[in-house]
């Protein structure tokens, strides 16, 4: 199960959730209370393990700022957490290793996945940050033949159902493991990835074939 803690603004925080066992961290550079600077992401990203997956989470920012933004910084993945076109998406991902295309639940775009050449899809409530939970039944409509990652509300406290009942690759949380916006809960975290992994399915959604972190060797 691939657990990624967003949201991230401190070294600290990022070495917390490493520490604590997550997959990958998020660095939100859209608008947000969580928003951090390229510069600060950059010294952080030089004391992570080389196995951390890295992200920049953009919304409708230029796909080449995109590019430059994560390659600049020493990033290993853009994540595109809004309205961009199919064709951003693949200009994206012809430049950096791996790319993570997010859509609202229910989103008729999700029909259309394979057109935006992502490496994983993310399902999000409709305001994404928000900490809101969606209806998870929107969630059931996403691909199976694709790494989809859950997110949207996720808590330690609702991470095994969600599993349970979509069944995801992986699992994205941000404000549910906080203490106060835009810093980590270190317990809060630590029983979040633990929940995760024991509410775990084998095989992985979309990836059946496939050990859950092969983006290591595969993509990056």
């Not at 550079?29 to 080389?50: E, K, T």
Request: proline residues 7%; hydrophobic residues 45%; charged residues 25%.
């Amino acid at each position: 199960m691939f657990v990624k803690i967003c949201g991230i603004t401190s070294e600290e925080d990022a070495l917390l959730a490493v520490a604590m066992g997550a997959d990958a961290v998020g660095f939100v550079f859209a608008p947000s209370p969580r928003q951090v600077a390229a510069g600060l992401v950059h010294d952080i990203v030089r004391r992570l393990p080389p196995e951390v997956m890295t992200v920049g989470v953009f919304r409708d920012e230029a796909p080449q700022r995109v590019v430059d933004v994560v390659n600049n910084a020493g990033l290993r993945a853009a994540q595109l957490h809004g309205n961009e076109t199919a064709e951003h998406s693949r200009f994206v991902r012809a430049r950096v290793p791996f790319v993570i295309k997010g859509f609202a639940a229910g989103d008729p775009a999700l029909d259309h996945t394979d057109d935006f050449g992502a490496d994983a899809i993310l399902v999000d409530s409709h305001a994404p940050g928000s900490g809101e939970v969606f209806d998870w039944s929107l969630a059931e409509g996403a691909p199976i033949n694709r790494r989809v990652i859950l997110a949207g509300g996720l808590t330690p406290d609702n991470v095994a159902e969600a599993i349970e009942r979509i069944r995801p690759w992986g699992v994205d949380v941000a404000t549910g493991v906080e203490a106060e916006p835009g810093r980590k809960d270190a317990r809060k975290v630590r029983d979040f990835v633990r929940n995760a992994r024991a509410a775990a399915p084998r095989p992985y959604r979309g990836d059946e074939n496939a050990r859950p972190f092969d983006w290591q060797e595969d993509d990056v």
